[in-house]
């Protein structure tokens, strides 16, 4: 059996998407290898192959899951959304009062007797929107989508509590999810002024919250850290604009053809150079070029999932599908944007090369729903090819007699 034949009869749904897949992993692996060997004679005593075989196994447990997910109907997302929806508030919650801090951020859930740690907004992040995508299906079938009413209490709700129990501790991943469910809702038809006042009040209560930390004064908390955040990258001055710096240096002296593989000199003062500022090292390493191939690959899969959705004949596949893009997207956009100084520091990982846990993770059950949705119409369409073969058949055969 040739490897083609291999290939498509166990990795269904979009041949191009799992090309995309598979290529970032590449790059994944080279850029992790290649930025953590600082971190490894800090922590390891020089053993470099401690960080990449512990990535290696991750990314391998990424793939596994998209593989996994791809092959379970699309369908039972839909019935799952609600409950993924309770659960993940519940974690939130469990996470915001008692969860593991860093940088006086409470982001991380340990899981008792395991020592494993889990980033809360991962799972929020999927449960929210596939808990979007369902309802907004539900409502394009039953004409309520323009009721004021239904879309409050089903939508709006849900997404203020889910963005509200992020913010505290990740002001940034909940942005990014507001903006994605609200890309989400204009797509499924929600009427503009309603959205329009969504954002009104979402942006006056970050403006209120804004005002009364500078009118006090405080430096201290999470809130204190947005305020410094910002004032660093207007003014240039503070730690982050350091790593900024340093990312500017590593990106000027990529050039347009880069120092190779393993060549980077950047990793050894960026902070994080393998996770927050891996699109730096990239660059560094394999130049311009490099970094558009990047940037294409995310842009690629957002269009690849346009065709989805053209081909889609479900509405909760399309907007699913769509959504779930949207946010791996967007995340991948604000990482690269803050390595290059158009955004503040955020902390967003780089979706599927950056080192880390629970981001590969849950971004290959990303990965594994949006091939899953693929998936279903590769079969509708085999399905549909199969019935117009038989009818050409009969066809023929009544012509012949």
Not at 233 to 242: I, L, P, V
Request: net charge positive; aromatic share 12%; with cysteine.
């Amino acid at each position: 059996m040739k490897l083609t034949e291999v290939l498509s009869k166990y990795f269904k749904g979009d041949r191009v998407i799992w090309g995309v897949i598979f290529t970032l992993s590449i790059f994944s692996l080279l850029a992790v290898y290649s930025s953590t060997g600082t971190l490894a004679y800090k922590y390891q005593e020089g053993n470099t192959a401690y960080y990449i075989i512990k990535h290696f196994v991750l990314l391998v447990a990424g793939l596994s899951i998209i593989f996994i997910t791809h092959l379970i109907p699309y369908k039972y997302y839909s019935r799952l959304s609600q409950l993924f929806l309770y659960i993940s508030i519940f974690l939130l919650a469990i996470t915001l009062v008692m969860g593991t801090s860093l940088n006086q951020a409470a982001r991380w859930l340990t899981l008792p007797g395991l020592g494993i740690t889990i980033q809360t907004s991962d799972f929020a992040k999927l449960a929210l929107i596939m808990y979007i995508a369902r309802v907004l299906s539900l409502r394009q079938t039953d004409k309520k989508i323009n009721d004021f009413n239904g879309v409050f209490v089903s939508l709006i709700i849900p997404v203020a509590i889910v963005c509200g129990l992020i913010m505290p501790a990740n002001f940034s991943t909940a942005a990014i999810l507001f903006v994605t469910s609200f890309l989400l809702m204009f797509i499924g038809r929600v009427k503009v002024k309603y959205l329009v006042g969504i954002s009104g009040v979402g942006i006056m209560i970050v403006a209120l919250i804004i005002a009364g930390v500078i009118i006090s004064g405080s430096k201290t908390g999470r809130i204190g850290t947005w305020q410094n955040r910002i004032e660093s990258f207007a003014s240039g001055e503070s730690e982050d604009n350091y790593q900024v710096e340093q990312s500017k240096i590593a990106i000027a002296t990529g050039g347009v053809f880069g120092k190779g593989p393993g060549n980077s000199t950047q990793r050894n003062f960026l902070p994080s150079p393998y996770s927050d500022f891996i699109y730096a090292i990239i660059i560094e390493e394999y130049g311009l070029f490099g970094g558009i191939l990047v940037l294409s690959l995310y842009l690629f899969l957002l269009y690849r999932a346009g065709v989805i959705v053209r081909k889609s004949r479900r509405t909760f596949a399309a907007f699913l599908a769509i959504g779930l893009t949207i946010s791996l997207v967007f995340q991948a956009l604000i990482n690269m944007g803050v390595a290059v100084n158009i955004f503040p520091v955020t902390g967003q990982t780089l979706p599927l090369i950056s080192m880390g846990g629970s981001s590969i993770l849950f971004s290959g059950v990303a990965f594994g729903i949006i091939l899953s949705v693929s998936r279903s119409i590769e079969k509708q369409e085999d399905l549909i090819t199969e019935t117009e073969s038989e009818t050409e058949s009969v066809i023929s055969n009544e012509a012949e007699e």
